[in-house]
T-cell receptor, first 115, second 111 residues
Framework: IAGITQAPTSQILAAGRRMTLRCTQD?????MYWYRQDLGLGLRLIHY???????GKGEVPDGYSVSRANTDDFPLTLASAVPSQTSVYFC??????????????FGPGTRLTVL | KNQVEQSPQSLIILEGKNCTLQ??????????LRWYKQDTGRGPVSLTI?????NTKSNGRYTATLDADTKQSSLHITASQLSDSASYIC??????????FGAGTQVVVTP
């Protein structure tokens, strides 16, 4: 594994279905984040985790849940997908949550279409 | 209203020419500002970071400026190359707060 991997690369999903987007890192960063990117809008934070065992809500958390059982994995679950969740989802990591200067590193993204 | 506004939304430039992208923000209190480059189908990658006391920073052919008084930043691309075709995203961090992302400027460099 090199850096941050996300799976799947893309997915078409029927509305109402459950879906888990996977994110795995080998950078040993303690903070991880999930963003969605929509055309014409900036990246918006869905959920974050400052360290294994803790999670927090971002700007647009409704309809999504996360867990952080260990340092490396941070899955994002859509319990019952809706068309408005069609987006490109990016996982990111950082050296520490809350500190000002640390860069966030982004995965390659998952393109999700909900029909 | 987005606290980070970027302009233009998109631009097309000829290979070898220069261009400047703008970022205006209202985020307060200000901690730092990063410019990211996002290639098509990839995640963003940091180009520069600037803090309150810095007004110019370069990374190769990319030069970022910051005027913290007017809350404006620019990213200048010198002698553009085809590989510069990408979206450029301005990201501002509030002190001990989360990031605020601009919508990005899509740059297309043509031969």
């Amino acid at each position: 594994i090199a850096g941050i991997t996300q799976a799947p690369t893309s997915q078409i999903l029927a509305a109402g279905r459950r879906m888990t987007l996977r994110c795995t890192q080998d950078m040993r960063h303690n903070a991880m984040y999930w963003y969605r990117q929509d055309l014409g809008l900036g990246l918006r934070l869905i959920h974050y985790s400052n360290t294994a065992g803790t999670t927090g809500k971002g700007e647009v958390p409704d309809g999504y849940s996360v867990s952080r059982a260990n340092t490396d994995d941070f899955p994002l679950t859509l319990a019952s997908a809706v068309p408005s969740q069609t987006s490109v989802y990016f996982c990111a990591t950082g050296l520490a949550g809350g500190e000002d200067y640390n860069e966030q590193f982004f995965g390659p993204g998952t393109r999700l279409t909900v029909l | 209203k987005n606290q980070v506004e970027q302009s233009p939304q998109s631009l097309i430039i000829l290979e070898g020419k220069n261009c400047t992208l703008q970022c205006n923000y209202t985020v307060s209190p200000f901690s730092n500002l990063r410019w990211y480059k996002q290639d098509t189908g990839r995640g963003p990658v940091s180009l520069t970071i600037m803090t309150f006391s810095e007004n110019t920073k370069s990374n190769g052919r990319y030069t970022a400026t910051l005027d913290a008084d007017t809350k404006q930043s620019s990213l200048h691309i010198t002698a553009s190359q085809l590989s510069d075709s990408a979206s450029y995203i301005c990201v501002v961090r509030r002190s001990w707060g989360k990031l605020q992302f601009g919508a990005g400027t899509q740059v297309v460099v043509t031969p």
